[in-house]
């Protein structure tokens, strides 16, 4: 099994970026994928970004060339850099993890984008 703990949350202004954090309990090298989900109020939740274990990624394309998702095996945590945030990227940003046949969720982190 597999902890994920997101934090970086927050509100930001149109315009501004944060920094997501996913750190797990154990060991990331062998989970594959890993990656952030997001889920606005009212709305499905939706893949944001993804990052496999040889570093090959996938994007939403409402977030593609602002976002971008990193992992540090060292320290067993899966970055999401937000730039250019805008209003419709409000939503719980949830840390997902595969592990073999198993898939993992975090608690989530709200972002909220508003003036």
């Known amino acids: 099994q597999v902890q994920l703990q997101e934090s970086g949350g927050g509100l930001v202004q149109p315009g501004g970026s944060l920094r997501l954090s996913c750190a797990a309990s154990r060991s990331i090298f062998s989970i594959n994928p890993m990656g952030w989900y997001r889920q606005a109020s009212g709305k499905q939740r939706e893949l944001v970004a993804t990052?496999?274990?040889?570093?090959?990624?996938n994007y939403a394309e409402s977030v593609k060339g602002r976002f971008t998702i990193s992992r540090d095996n060292a320290k067993n945590t899966v970055y999401l850099r937000m730039n250019s945030l805008k209003p419709e990227d409000t939503a719980v940003y949830y840390c997902n993890a595969w592990d073999l046949a198993y898939e993992y969720w975090g608690q989530g982190t709200q972002v909220t984008v508003s003036s």
């Open positions: 990052m496999t274990r040889g570093g090959s990624t």
